[in-house]
């Protein structure tokens, strides 16, 4: 075993993604009649509270650390706001994604399992889907994708390879052919996100922003919400005419990663402000001798400098087999049930 943290980062994953199928597993079973409580169990329990407590025990000792190890650090008010436009322009981009390979797989005759339920809309159920769809997955799962396998992963030495796997992972921890296309991809531009803006709430924002509008957008057809028939509307005019409807999609996924684009690059930019500003703050020039100001400015710009070459460092930091035996674990077994559910879906 070459890389200890390394091991016991894919081990925790393993576990998680293990009782992720466990607990689906039994809910097909019926052993659980409740979504509220596997939802609970799968996110809380299983994307939160374990790793978090196995992080603490084994790598980081100290729940502080593991905090701080998986990107807890405070951001602006600006990249807040950033962090929203980038939701909004990813929810739209992963809209166009995910119809791609949905209209792909349904080539092959595959049929999306659960289609079809009828839906009695009410107050409360939109309050659970909101908690259960839009919240805890925010969370719970950038936890374990960006906090856990790659920002406490890049640490050990390999930036590029912990945001392939980490959006990897995020595809294949959903279990079923439908999302995992899409989720894929989406975590990796999530990751980008996570590895610029050196945080992680930029991504559990991105992420709420991304469910909370695909619920939205779902529940507003059916409620004729202005903004969701509108866009209902605009999509069924579209779809009337092939041509257009691949003019207007090329054109606005086109727009779409180049506003990605614009608004990953301003997020960095004010990262890198918001760190000056504060090393500024930390440095406390005045009424210091002139030499040891200088000489705190250059460490500083060593920083700054080293903090721009996020993709760089390390990388060519190898792992053994042993290293990364609990991680081919975790691809296997999300491979085989994902590939099951395309087999069953097209049955």
Not at 111 to 117: D, K, R, S, V, Y
Not at 145 to 167: E, Q, T
Request: proline content about 1%; glycine content about 6%; overall charge positive.
């Amino acid at each position: 075993m070459k890389n200890k943290k390394i091991f016991y980062l894919n081990l925790i994953y393993f576990i998680a993604i293990f009782l992720v199928a466990i607990v689906f597993a039994l809910g097909y079973l019926g052993v659980f009649t409740s979504d509220i409580l596997s939802s609970f169990l799968i996110q809380i329990v299983v994307m939160f509270a374990i790793p978090l407590l196995l992080y603490t025990l084994f790598v980081s000792k100290n729940v502080k650390k593991t905090f701080t190890d998986t990107g807890f650090k405070k951001i602006s008010l600006g990249m807040l706001g950033t962090s929203i436009l980038i939701g909004i322009v990813l929810y739209f981009l992963n809209t166009f994604i995910s119809t791609f390979f949905q209209s792909l797989i349904a080539m092959f005759g595959y049929e999306n399992i659960g289609t079809g339920n009828t839906i009695t809309l009410n107050y409360e159920l939109l309050l659970k889907e909101f908690i259960l769809s839009s919240i805890l997955p925010a969370f719970c799962e950038e936890f374990l994708h960006r906090g856990i396998m790659l920002n406490a992963g890049k640490k050990c030495g390999n930036v590029r390879y912990s945001l392939f796997c980490s959006s990897i992972l995020f595809g294949l921890i959903h279990l079923n052919i439908n999302q995992f296309f899409y989720a894929t991809i989406l975590g990796g531009l999530i990751g980008y996100v996570a590895l610029i803006s050196d945080s992680i709430y930029p991504s559990i924002i991105i992420h709420f922003i991304n469910n909370f509008l695909s619920l939205y957008f779902y529940y507003g057809y059916y409620l004729e919400w202005p903004l969701a028939s509108f866009v209902n509307n605009l999509e069924t005019y579209f779809l009337s005419n092939i041509t257009l409807y691949v003019l207007a999609s090329t054109i606005s996924i086109g727009l779409l990663i180049y506003l990605y684009h614009l608004l990953t690059k301003r997020l960095a930019i004010q990262h890198a402000k918001t760190t000056a500003e504060r090393m500024i703050n930390e440095l406390k020039l005045e009424h210091i001798p002139i030499e040891e100001a200088q000489e705190k400015i250059t460490i500083a710009n060593k920083i700054i400098q080293d903090s721009k070459t996020t993709f760089s460092i390390a990388n060519g930091v190898k792992y053994s087999f042993i290293d990364n035996i609990f991680l081919i674990s975790s691809v296997v077994l999300g491979a085989l049930v994902t590939i099951s559910s395309f087999i069953w879906g097209i049955l």
